[in-house]
């Protein structure tokens, strides 16, 4: 069964401060990994990664993917309070049928004290 | 992008009533998702639904408790049929425009059942 997981599950830190979220995926065709935050209810999206080793960036937020040992991070530098949210990776999928779906990971939850 | 809205944006039901949570999308789109996250969770993808075809659903979900309607590539509802408490949750609609494309959320409906 296709499945993606986060750790850690939820991390305090203090602003300034530097986190790695992980993400690791067991997906039988996969195509992309997505990295959303979610702070109220609707994720709003951050990266998509297609290629290994090829780092995305913005601003404080980078991202990178291995697709030999099957996981993502997603560091955040010099963290600010506004960067508490939840942070979901998914993964792409395609179908045979021709179509497509995302498996979503569980989650980080991460608060960023003042 | 794709900009979605919802409505409603949250109810407050009774158990044994239904619910019809409207999508509405600016741009005509192939692939229509539904998911749902229960407090605390990740989101679990309910079905997919296309124009013109019936929705797919995911193991654990059935037509009969989350009927779809897709009358065209703007637009979707989601039912929850004979609603119990467990079925609190939010519901987000997502869109895909394309296989390499991201996903885009809609803002969600926050739904609690009594």
């Known amino acids: 069964e296709d499945k993606v997981v986060q750790s850690p599950l939820s991390l305090v830190v203090h602003e300034g401060d530097t986190v790695t979220l992980n993400c690791s995926y067991e997906v039988t065709n996969f195509r992309s990994l997505l990295w959303y935050k979610q702070e109220k209810k609707a994720p709003t999206f951050l990266f998509m990664l297609?290629?290994?080793?090829i780092e995305k960036k913005s601003g404080r937020l980078s991202s990178i993917l291995d697709k030999k040992e099957l996981f993502s991070i997603l560091n955040i530098t010099a963290t600010q309070t506004g960067d508490s949210a939840v942070y979901l990776c998914a993964a792409h999928s395609p179908l045979p049928s021709g179509t497509y779906k995302y498996i979503f990971g569980t989650g980080t939850r991460l608060k960023v004290l003042a | 992008s794709a900009v979605i809205s919802q409505k409603p944006s949250r109810d407050i039901c009774q158990r044994g009533t239904s619910l019809t949570i409207q999508c509405q999308v600016d741009s005509q789109v192939t692939m229509m998702f539904w998911y749902r996250q229960q407090p605390g969770q990740s989101l679990t993808l309910i079905a997919t639904a296309n124009q013109g075809s019936e929705a797919t659903y995911e193991s654990g979900f059935v037509i009969d408790k989350f009927p779809i309607s897709r009358p065209n590539l703007t637009f979707s509802t989601l039912t929850v049929s004979n609603m119990s408490p467990e079925d609190s949750s939010i519901y987000l609609c997502s869109v895909g425009p394309g296989g390499w494309e991201t996903q885009y959320f809609g803002p969600g409906t926050r739904l609690l059942v009594l």
């Open positions: 297609t290629s290994s080793g």
